[in-house]
């Protein structure tokens, strides 16, 4: 079955819905909004299916492109849902447009690119210097941004659940990082794994944000969405550092007793992330400095590990994260023990 990357989960979508059918306050307006979401949402998710088949999905072959300049492509879907991208209204070294969506579009871009070259020397998504092509305006009041595989489609919001989703800089590197994980692990879609991939995508889209910032891990409030929330989602998506707590459809885990057996949301992958994302977090403030360093380092090195399967679950994951801190820094160093107290805190026990 096809999966379909998106910041917003479906199931989130639907409480919205259940609430303003019973005629929460607030909500009857945006109900129609959302229902279109999810039907758009369905749609996407049979074509990522057929997509699935036939992109390149594992670690590509030699560079293309040098590395250290993107290239971004943004198109103006002018609320079309049509798949192909539409007018194309700024390309790479292009001056800003009156546009301040695509605008936003192209400068978070081009600070995703900088931070995976800058911090992890990876040339764009597939490491081969591929474009990096974003389609504004898709829909109308569309409440999502979503990567496909090949593009990143970003929705206006209804002004209510999702605001203009090229607002976020960390919802844009965490559907960005999507890519990243197709061309390495390509972790499955489904269950820990499926929670794993989502997790990844929200570690390295919080550090692009937090990198641009100039936010130590202590200082960061590692929420995930704070800038495209409307009112009824505020503050955030989700909380890195408290899951849970985002806002009061948020129903994250934050340890191993509360996982989510479910087969809702391909088995979890939105909810239960937040496990790994507390142990991310929780070693990074435990470390102090900078999270877009020593941990970052540790969390690709493993997301780029052979040793790393596509099926991969959270002790799995937990246990090469062990091992490569212990590789670039020893086993009794600082970066080794803060990765250990990460999982110890969420208590997941790492494979040896």
């Avoid at 909810?271 to 380092?297: H, K, R, V």
């Amino acid at each position: 079955m096809g999966h379909l990357n998106c910041i917003l989960p479906p199931d989130l979508l639907l409480r919205v819905i259940r609430d303003s059918a019973a005629g929460a306050p607030g909500l009857r307006q945006v109900e129609s909004a959302v229902l279109r979401t999810v039907e758009l949402d369905g749609d996407f998710r049979a074509r990522r299916a057929q997509l699935a088949s036939l992109l390149p999905q594992q670690r590509p072959a030699v560079a293309v492109a040098p590395g250290g300049t993107p290239t971004r492509r943004i198109h103006d879907q002018q609320h079309s849902t049509a798949y192909e991208p539409g007018v194309l209204v700024r390309g790479e070294g292009d001056d800003p447009v009156d546009d301040v969506s695509v605008n936003q579009a192209y400068d978070a871009f081009g600070h995703t690119y900088d931070f995976f070259w800058q911090v992890l020397g990876r040339n764009s998504i597939d490491d081969a210097g591929s474009p990096l092509v974003g389609l504004v305006h898709y829909g109308t009041d569309y409440d999502n941004a979503f990567w496909d595989g090949q593009y990143m489609y970003f929705g206006d919001g209804d002004g209510q659940t999702l605001l203009d989703t090229t607002a976020g800089l960390d919802v844009i590197g965490h559907e960005l990082s999507h890519g990243v994980t197709q061309y390495t692990a390509n972790l499955t879609y489904q269950g820990q794994s499926g929670a794993l991939n989502e997790s990844v995508s929200d570690v390295f889209g919080i550090l692009v944000r937090q990198r641009l910032l100039g936010q130590s891990a202590v200082d960061a409030d590692w929420l995930i969405g704070a800038d495209v929330v409307g009112p009824l989602l505020l503050p955030a998506l989700r909380s890195m550092k408290a899951p849970g707590t985002a806002n009061k459809y948020d129903n994250q885990p934050a340890t191993m007793d509360e996982y989510v057996e479910t087969s809702a949301d391909n088995g979890g992958v939105h909810i239960n992330s937040g496990i790994p994302n507390l142990a991310f977090c929780t070693a990074a403030m435990a470390l102090g400095g900078n999270a877009w360093e020593a941990p970052a380092q540790i969390w690709y090195s493993t997301l780029t590990d052979p040793a790393l399967s596509a099926d991969a679950d959270f002790a799995a994951f937990a246990g090469l994260t062990v091992t490569h801190a212990v590789t670039a820094f020893g086993d009794d160093s600082a970066e080794a023990d803060a990765v250990r107290a990460g999982w110890d805190a969420v208590k997941v026990v790492p494979a040896s």
